[in-house]
């Protein structure tokens, strides 16, 4: 595989932002990929899951797991691919606990310096926050509860969540950066 922009063949590193609905993913890792000296690739998830048109079931429906799981494989398999070829990956998407493994495992098994974080504000601010998106985008409150609640009680990854509650864009990717550099968010 190619080496872009490094003048070495040095990976790039992965940065998983992960969180319940409405938790501010997709803006700050955007704006983690645009503001990095590195090349850089924000990959947005979402537009793999969109990639299904028929038979696509979201991830409360019942019998959902086994397409998440195909879906996560091709989501770290793409990000490995960019990683490997020297991109550092902000990956953005709602990935729930019980996934994790099937993402991190093809990134780990190309070597590849990963990083997570849980962007997790309380259950009424995702509400509100949701409550301001396009019709299409908002959640219904049950759906929201589920979600959030799907990123309570983390274990050994509890370490690995910013409270973003009362924090702008800005600050939360302030708190990301510095985090990664200390080495707090690596897994």
């Keep these: 595989m190619s080496r872009i922009g490094r003048g070495t063949e040095d990976k790039g590193t992965i940065l998983i932002v ?6 501010g993913k997709t803006s700050v890792a955007r704006q983690i990929a645009e503001q990095t000296l590195d090349p850089s ?55 729930r606990p ?14 590849i310096e ?9 259950l009424s601010e995702t509400q509100s926050r949701s409550c301001k998106r396009d019709e299409a985008l908002c959640h219904r409150d049950e759906i929201l509860d ?3 609640g799907a990123f309570l009680n983390l274990g050994g990854l509890e370490s690995h969540v ?9 600050q939360t990717v302030e708190e990301i950066r510095s985090r990664m550099k200390r080495g707090e968010l690596l897994i």
Excluded: C, M
Excluded at 114 to 122: A, E, F, K
């Design 146 to 148: 589920e979600l959030h």
């Design 18 to 23: 992960t969180g319940p609905a409405a938790s």
């Design 41 to 95: 690739v924000h990959l947005h998830a979402d537009d793999f899951f969109h990639a299904l048109k028929v038979g696509r079931l979201r991830g409360w429906d019942e019998g959902s797991t086994l397409q998440h799981q195909v879906v996560f494989e091709a989501i770290g398999s793409a990000a490995s691919a960019f990683a490997n070829g020297g991109y550092f990956v902000v990956l953005d998407s709602l990935i």
């Design 98 to 111: 019980r996934y994790l493994d099937v993402l991190t495992d093809i990134i780990r098994s190309n070597n």
């Design 162 to 170: 910013i409270d973003n509650t009362s924090l702008d864009v800005n």
């Design 114 to 122: 990963l990083h997570y974080v849980v962007l997790r504000p309380s």
